[in-house]
């Protein structure tokens, strides 16, 4: 008898090892990193990749969306978004000096509150930042991906004497201008 109650809880605790393992192995939002070099600039972004499989992403919270307007989000899944220059840089008009920080947003239906914060290596990004460490904070217009985005991404383009720095997901997408100082 005891040893069939030894053999029962071996296997739950098998089961649970092996559950929590395979989540850590192959994430729902696998980790990816983004590299970009312009103009002498070095720009790395880690961040999770979450996928949309027929949810609606932006919205009210009435209806369901998976990210509220006006409610935090990490940019992401999983662990807080971290973004790295190398140089001094123009974040949406606004002076970041060189280093690593924590990305986060604010969606709104006509904007985006993206701000860059100096607290870093948080593992669930889900947890709200500490706000007093926000270094700055910039608004940048929403407009419509040309097509829609299944899997949330973050990638950079050239443009004239700008890098646009894009998040586009579902069918939003938000470019926010950088320029080396």
């Known amino acids: 008898m005891l040893k069939k109650i030894g053999i029962g809880i071996g296997v739950i605790f098998l089961a649970i090892i092996a559950f929590f393992g395979y989540g850590i192995l192959f994430p729902a939002s696998p980790p ?4 970009f070099s312009a103009q002498g600039l070095d720009i ?4 999770s990749q979450p996928s949309k499989k027929g949810r609606v992403i932006f919205g009210d919270e009435a209806s369901g969306a998976l990210q509220p307007y006006g409610t935090y989000w990490r940019l992401g899944a999983n662990a807080a978004t971290e973004i790295t220059f190398s140089k001094d840089v123009n974040f949406a008009g606004q002076a970041v000096a060189a280093g690593t920080y924590r990305m986060y947003a604010v969606p709104g239906e006509t904007s985006f509150e993206i701000t860059l914060n100096s607290e870093l290596g948080v593992f669930l990004g889900v947890q709200e930042p500490d706000y007093t460490k926000d270094v700055v904070k910039v608004n940048v217009p929403v407009s419509s991906s040309p097509t829609e985005v299944e899997l949330f991404t973050i990638n950079f383009e050239e443009s004239n004497s700008e890098i646009l720095m894009n998040i586009a997901w579902d069918t939003t997408l938000v470019a926010v ?3 080396v100082q």
């Open 44 to 47: 790395t972004v880690n961040y």
């Open 32 to 35: 990816t990193t983004t590299n």
């Open 177 to 179: 201008p950088i320029s």
